[in-house]
């Protein structure tokens, strides 16, 4: 599975869009791009996942871009419970159980 | 429908003793997974099952051992604890590989709470 680069703190106002980038320049053509989030010492929580059109649900929204070497998630109207760590991961469904593979993530903190 | 249950929620063990995490899903899930969390860090994944009699190793697992007799159950032991399996240990599971005819898939994991465990 392709590797993924995220900063590691962002914050944002609450009631502001929140934008959390992510890098996966060597993305294949098969692979997909998921987020979890994790609030404190919770299990992960699915977001969102996307191959290569945007995707929105209640959640967020996911915009890939065109040659889907990065995408970035947006949570419309953040409030202080989506304060969170955010994973972004990539990974292809050719076999092997559909492991996730997580990096650190992106500690988003949202504030007044 | 509860969901991925962990239990305990919290153990201190002392080095040298074993323990089993017990991890059920009432979803009927083909796919479970035992990950690990050390401070600060992401999800290493430690064994992963894609069905019932079936097994197999992820990134960390020394010091581990699974089974997975049934659909529903997929303990993790600890056979002689280190103070390096100090962590907080999440079971997951999620529905097989299924595509729809939009191409996309519907899917994603279900974590339990998670289990802390401290090795002293």
Redesign the interface.
């Known amino acids: 599975d392709a590797k993924t680069t995220q900063p590691p703190s962002m914050d944002c106002a609450e009631g502001r869009a929140a934008n959390l980038p992510c890098n996966h320049s060597t993305i294949s053509g098969n692979e997909?791009v998921?987020w979890?989030r994790q609030i404190h010492?919770?299990?992960?929580?699915?977001i969102i996942?996307?191959?290569k059109n945007n995707e929105t649900n209640e959640m967020a929204s996911l915009i890939i871009t065109e040659d889907r070497k990065s995408s970035t998630l947006i949570l419309p109207h953040a409030t202080l419970r989506d304060t969170a760590v955010y994973?972004c991961i990539v990974r292809s469904?050719t076999g092997g159980?559909?492991?996730?593979?997580?990096?650190?993530?992106t500690q988003l903190k949202v504030e007044l | 429908n509860a969901g991925v249950t962990q239990t305990p929620k919290f153990r201190i063990l002392k080095i040298g003793q074993s323990m089993t995490l017990q991890c059920a899903q009432d979803m009927n899930h083909n796919y479970m997974y035992w990950y690990r969390q050390d401070p600060g860090m992401g999800l290493k994944l430690i064994y992963y099952s894609v069905g019932a009699g079936i097994t197999d190793k992820g990134e960390v697992p020394n010091g581990y051992n699974v089974s997975r007799s049934t659909t529903e159950d997929f303990p993790l032991r600890l056979e002689l604890a280190a103070p390096s399996q100090t962590s907080v240990y999440f079971c997951a599971s999620s529905p097989s590989y299924k595509p729809r005819s939009s191409g996309t898939f519907t899917y994603g994991y279900t974590f339990g709470s998670g289990t802390r465990l401290t090795v002293v």
């Not at chain 1, 159980?97 to 993530?105: I, Q, V």
Request: aromatic share 30%.
């Open positions: 997909y998921y979890y010492s919770q299990g992960p929580q699915y996942h996307g191959l994973y469904f159980g559909n492991k996730l593979t997580f990096g650190t993530g």
